[in-house]
């Protein structure tokens, strides 16, 4: 059998104490609605400059470890020609592919999706691998009600999700497995972590069934806190207690290591949240962060689509991402936040 000690260095990289890595991999859909929000059309040329300045922000590779991208932005090069993971690469970050194909109805279901994208995976994976990647995302997405998600979701999700990092495994790309409980709703925050720990412990209980190497893979997975919707909104204290509650009934000691989206929280509030988790003190998985709208939003107030904004947004960028460094460690303090006091661009949702 092929070794993995490669993807347990990708993934210890990808760990490093005082980094996050950032998700730039919304699909050309998701990304164009951010570019509207500062007033672009969502053409590829400004989909390539969106990534091409949040990619080449002065410094930003001392506090991201790796790069989450989309399809097109894999293929995507700089103004000057170089290739976007090549980019990534020679400044030390190491460049990742979401690959799974987004959410699709589960039939006999109502309100509840599954992911699809394993047809043809063991080929794009091989072409990712050439093109520069070395770590790969799949998400599946559970919305809380009263009657989701439902056991046979979470279950058949847990398989497409087994089924794609044994193949990621293979193609020697390192799997971040991700079952989001999504933030939107009126849930308790003892609901959220109920739901949590029932598709992080199915998830594992497949991964382990699917003899998929827990050493060489990372679970991308949600806070658990109360909806936004709830009448009382979670405090840091109890987001910690409560996540690391549910990882250590849910996750084996041997995985890689653990990360956080940010899930539509405001970027002040992920990097507190985030803190206090840091706060409880190491665990026996590197914890840290791999937001997306919390480290975009910040970018896109400045940016507002100018050029002439370029430095003051990618520089916004850069404290977001120090900011969830120091968070990761829980040295963080809130009061010194300068950020946290500007109104920023809110984002929508995620895929
Ligand atoms: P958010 O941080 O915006 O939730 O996105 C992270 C992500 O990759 C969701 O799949």
Redesign the pocket.
Known sequence: MRSNEDLYATAAALMADGKGIL?A?ESDGTAGKRLAMVGLPNEPEHRQGFRELLFTAPGIEEFISGV?MYDSSMRNTTDDGIPFPDVLTARGMIPGIKVDRGLRPFQNFEDEQVTQGLDDLAERLKEYYALGARFT?W?AAYTISTVTPTPACMEANAVMLARYAALAQEAGLVPMV?P?VIFAGAHSIERAEEVTMHAVQTLFTKLREYRVDPKGVILKTSMVLAGDAHTEQSTPEQVANATVRMLHMSVPYDIAGIVF????QAPKRATENLNAIGKLGKQVWPISS?????LEEPFLTEWQGKEENTAMAQKALLYRAKMNGLAQQGKYNPKRDVQAKKSSVKTGS?D
């Open positions: 998700a991999d989450i995302k998400r991700e989001e989206l940010s899930g539509g791999s937001f997306s709208r919390a995620q």
